[in-house]
């Protein structure tokens, strides 16, 4: 059975920095792009950050640019966020994903159940 | 940014009905919609991608439609197991857009 497991969520104050990891098994991530939702308690999803199979293209929301970092490790076979000058606004579960792609259209497929990430003082 | 505005932001209804919930987006999106099912506490589940390709999986009574700004995801025949959270979700350009969700609850 495939997972993707998140990890690395915690309360952090404002300011503060955390790293996330997703960890797949039973799958091998280096064959695709890659990405992280989050949702807010009791709001919808939203798209945080996406990378390519090779890690040479990233591509993030605005409200994160400059403060969150998405990588991977594909010999680990793992995805990585890390997520500095944290907001409360920030605070979210937070949910790793593979892509899959159809023609030109691409979908969300497997996803973790995710992390959560609280910045509170 | 493209917008995805869906309708209704909750609705009721009873198990057997038939539904539809509407997803629009500010702009042409082509048919680049995909359409995903939350359960509290659990991760999104892919319904529909591509505006109309049934995951596999999926059970039949889920559908979607639409190309261009305007898309539906209709459930023919309510069942137990439907009562969930619904969003859409353009991939047609960065910044990715999700809608804001349909709750679907019991009447």
């Known amino acids: 059975e495939v997972r993707l497991v998140e990890s690395g969520g915690g309360l952090v104050q404002p300011g503060g920095s955390l790293r996330l990891s997703c960890a797949a098994s039973?799958?091998?991530?280096?064959?695709?792009?890659m990405g992280w939702v989050r949702q807010a308690p009791g709001k919808g999803l939203e798209w945080v950050a996406n990378?390519?199979?090779?890690?040479?293209?990233?591509s993030y929301v605005d409200s994160v640019k400059g403060r969150f970092t998405i990588s991977r490790d594909n010999a680990k076979n793992s995805l990585d966020l890390q997520m500095n000058s944290l907001r409360a606004e920030d605070t979210a579960v937070y949910h790793c994903?593979?892509?899959?792609?159809?023609?030109?259209?691409?979908?969300?497929?497997?996803w973790g159940q995710g992390t959560l990430v609280t910045v509170s003082s | 940014d493209i917008q995805m505005t869906q309708s209704p932001s909750s609705l009721s209804a009873s198990v057997g009905d038939r539904v539809t919930i509407t997803c629009r987006a500010s702009?042409?999106?082509?048919?680049?919609l995909n359409w995903y099912q939350q359960k509290p506490g659990k991760a999104p589940n892919l319904l529909i991608y591509?505006?109309?390709t049934l995951q596999t999986g999926v059970p039949s009574r889920f559908s979607g439609s639409g190309s261009g700004t305007d898309f539906t995801l209709t459930i023919s025949s309510l069942q137990p197991d439907d009562f969930a959270a619904y969003y859409c979700?353009?991939?047609?350009?960065?910044?990715?857009?999700f809608g804001q969700g349909t709750r679907l609850e019991i009447k």
């Open positions: 702009q042409n999106i082509n048919t680049y």
């Open positions: 591509a505006a109309s």
């Open positions: 039973e799958f091998t991530i280096s064959g695709y792009w």
């Open positions: 994903s593979n892509i899959r792609f159809y023609g030109r259209s691409w979908y969300y497929d497997y």
């Open positions: 979700q353009q991939s047609s350009s960065y910044p990715i857009t």
């Open positions: 990378i390519k199979p090779d890690g040479s293209y990233t």
